[in-house]
């Protein structure tokens, strides 16, 4: 390999560093919230709003807090972020720890956020074709805790899993 070969290299290697760390710190963001939604006795799924680097929403699902069927956790997060302008959405990115459902997954193509980073969809998985067929561009990183989250809340809490995706 040449020099300036290996000078691109190392480059590209640190941009790519710089952006997984970027994406760890804002998914770590989207986990803390997930599990502040297990501690108040909800789901362990959240969300977060990044524009240009910046957190400007946050939440988690409210399902059993609030008795909401349409408070999960992008939504809610969309909600706090507030009213915004379509040249914002449009510099955006969410970050959510599962997998968006069709009601969440028709937000973020409605107001047009281009970019979806997503902690895991082993656990669940319905939208991520629409998402793309719109547009949006869908990552999924398959997160450890993102898994380990679902799982064990699903595992104790079958019925209500069940209700929240309409089985
Ligand atoms: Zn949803």
């Given at each position: 390999m040449t020099r300036a070969l290996r000078l691109v290299k190392a480059h590209d290697n640190q941009i790519a560093a710089r952006y997984s760390r970027a994406i760890d710190q804002f998914l770590e963001a989207a986990i803390e919230e997930a599990r502040a939604g297990l501690r108040e006795g909800g789901f362990p799924i959240g969300s977060v709003l990044v524009c240009e680097g910046q957190i400007i929403g946050r939440g988690h699902n409210q399902r059993v807090q609030r008795d909401s069927v349409i408070h999960h956790a992008e939504m809610n997060c969309l909600e706090n972020a507030g009213r915004q302008k379509a040249s914002v959405y449009a510099r955006c990115t969410i970050y959510t720890t599962l997998s968006p459902c069709p009601m969440c997954s028709g937000a973020i193509v409605l107001y047009k956020i281009p970019h979806v980073i997503i902690?895991?969809?082993?656990?669940f998985l319905r939208a991520e074709e629409t998402l793309r067929a719109n547009g949006t561009r869908v990552d999924v990183v398959q997160n450890a805790e993102c898994i380990e989250l679902m799982r064990e809340f699903i595992s104790r809490n079958p019925e209500l899993w069940n209700e929240d995706i309409g089985v």
């Amino acid at each position: 390999m040449t020099r300036a070969l290996r000078l691109v290299k190392a480059h590209d290697n640190q941009i790519a560093a710089r952006y997984s760390r970027a994406i760890d710190q804002f998914l770590e963001a989207a986990i803390e919230e997930a599990r502040a939604g297990l501690r108040e006795g909800g789901f362990p799924i959240g969300s977060v709003l990044v524009c240009e680097g910046q957190i400007i929403g946050r939440g988690h699902n409210q399902r059993v807090q609030r008795d909401s069927v349409i408070h999960h956790a992008e939504m809610n997060c969309l909600e706090n972020a507030g009213r915004q302008k379509a040249s914002v959405y449009a510099r955006c990115t969410i970050y959510t720890t599962l997998s968006p459902c069709p009601m969440c997954s028709g937000a973020i193509v409605l107001y047009k956020i281009p970019h979806v980073i997503i902690g895991e969809n082993s656990t669940f998985l319905r939208a991520e074709e629409t998402l793309r067929a719109n547009g949006t561009r869908v990552d999924v990183v398959q997160n450890a805790e993102c898994i380990e989250l679902m799982r064990e809340f699903i595992s104790r809490n079958p019925e209500l899993w069940n209700e929240d995706i309409g089985v």
